[in-house]
């Protein structure tokens, strides 16, 4: 039997899209809709930050005349992202109304769904061989050592940003142990130690990073079971899928293709969805849901990624 569209079960689904706050990839990767599988995005030059000297012309002498860099990259293509579950007729007798069987169904779709893109968009954003502003504390600088500051680790790491993008980060995203560790560490305690702060949380730590542009601090707390792929009968180890790292990138405002960014999830308009169709033997229902999308990078000068702090 053909599958068909369940609008009830399409809008139930789209409230879904307010993620616990241990999801940080839809803060990072925005998402944006397009209406194509692919396509060319303009790239700039740094024109707009040459320092012209002097610009004075005298006479019929000539305007002083600049160049204007411009190349193009590719996006996409953009790939359906599908998962289902099985509905039998005994799960359907144990709610008053199909609905609720196929809503609950459908939340550890969701759960997956969101897991899947959280933890595809942390593997992109913690690879150093993408993000090449990088640094990998070795095991002398990292944040367990009680020697170490790791403040200060964080603010070279700002500054080496500004150098590297000629703008100032406003977002810092930091795995949860790494935080823990951070706002436990001897040498911050000891910075806070004068102040009326008897536990040093986000607001503290901001009020050191806020002059190097850091607005915003992203904990991020996601974890799953990671299966092996190849050897199923092997039993899913329970994974931290941030790990211990830490990256500061600029997220704009308001996200939008023409504007500066790290990067995007590219979604095509009017593809999220679920459907379900009837089983006649056995019998019961599968419901899917639906999307379509791709983690774009756009510009690796905007992250600045600290990795391995434990």
Partial sequence: MEPYVDQQLTTMSQLWKNEDD???????????????????????????????????RTGRSLTREINLTRHTDVWGPLTEKALKIWVDKDQYSQYDSPFETESAALLVLKEQTALAEEYSGAKILTDPNIITNNITLTSGSKFTVSGVDPIATLIDALKQFRKAAFKLPNTMAIGYDAW???????????????????????????????????????????????GDTENPDVAPTAVDLWGDNVLFTYITPRPELMSVNGGYTLVKDGYNYVDKWEERDPKGHFVRDNDKYAQTIFSTDVYYLIADVL
């Avoid at 986000?202 to 707390?221: F, H, N, T, W």
Wanted: no cysteine; net charge positive.
């Fill in 180 to 226: 823990l560790a951070l706002i436990n560490h001897p040498a911050v305690i000891e910075r806070f130690k004068y102040v009326q702060a008897s536990i040093i949380g986000k607001d503290e730590i901001l009020r050191v990073l806020a002059p190097y542009g850091i607005q915003s601090i992203e904990i991020a707390k996601a974890q799953g079971f990671l």
């Fill in 22 to 56: 241990s999801l940080i990839i839809p803060k990072l990767l925005p998402r944006v809709s397009v209406k194509k599988d692919s396509g060319v995005f303009p790239i700039w030059g740094k024109e707009a930050l040459v320092i012209q000297q002097d610009l004075s």
